[in-house]
């Protein structure tokens, strides 16, 4: 398995029980896609370095697993036709 790292950023009109089901939501696609988590760190909300959708913060969400290949292709995919996220990044950590 391979580690990797994921940075997404929640919408700022959630309240804090919507936010901590779409960490929910996320942290359990990890884990069926054959996933394990290593740790989630929740940054809360923050100021954007700019202006996304007429929004100008968002909830931050940190989040390290080990997976296969397949994992971070499978969370992406979800990322991008979400409402509720709206930006991510998905690395490979080492590299």
């Known amino acids: 398995m391979r580690a990797y790292e994921a940075m997404y950023v929640i919408r700022p009109d959630y309240d804090e029980?919507?936010?901590q089901a779409s960490v929910e939501k996320?942290?359990?696609?990890?884990?069926?896609?054959?996933g394990e988590l290593v740790k989630t760190d929740l940054w809360g909300k923050r100021?954007?370095?700019y202006?996304?959708?007429?929004m100008r913060e968002g909830y931050y969400v940190l989040v390290k697993f080990n997976g296969q290949p397949e994992t971070p292709a499978?969370?992406?995919?979800?990322?991008?036709?979400?409402d509720d996220v709206i930006r991510y990044l998905i690395v490979k950590e080492g590299e």
């Open 26 to 34: 996320y942290s359990s696609l990890i884990q069926n896609n054959g």
């Open 74 to 82: 499978e969370l992406e995919r979800n990322f991008k036709i979400s």
């Open 17 to 19: 029980e919507a936010v």
């Open 51 to 54: 202006e996304i959708n007429k």
């Open 47 to 49: 100021r954007l370095a």
